[in-house]
């Protein structure tokens, strides 16, 4: 069973940066293809980035391209989303994913308790 234990949310002025974390247990990340989820009050949860097993591949939102990236460091067992240039619209709570098949079926196995991004305008 795998675990992911989200980090790094919080309140930021627009333009800011944040770089949240997703630390991963009870299996390894690069086993996974690992993503970026979020969800904002009254929408639907969506995917901000993905990276693929082999992490070779990465796909992003179109509203976050070329401001977010997604990253893995396999001896930390740990996936992170740098985000910059952030504005009001990026908050939301963001959610660590992790799936075995999900880069070619989108479903993911396991899921984080999420964290809260907060940008002020």
């Known amino acids: 069973q795998v675990q992911l234990v989200e980090s790094g949310g919080g309140l930021v002025q627009a333009g800011g940066s944040l770089r949240l974390s997703c630390a991963a247990s009870g299996g390894s990340s690069s086993s996974y293809t690992m993503a970026w989820f979020r969800q904002a009050p009254g929408k639907e949860r969506n995917l901000v980035a993905a990276r693929s097993r082999s992490g070779y591949s990465t796909r992003y939102a179109d509203s976050v391209k070329g401001r977010f990236t997604i990253s893995r460091d396999d001896a930390k067992n740990t996936v992170y989303l740098q985000m910059n240039s952030l504005k009001p619209d990026d908050t939301a709570v963001y959610y660590c994913?992790?799936?075995?098949?999900?880069w070619g079926t989108g479903a993911y196995d396991y899921w984080g308790q999420g964290t809260q991004v907060t940008v002020s305008s």
């Open positions: 994913a992790a799936g075995v098949t999900a």
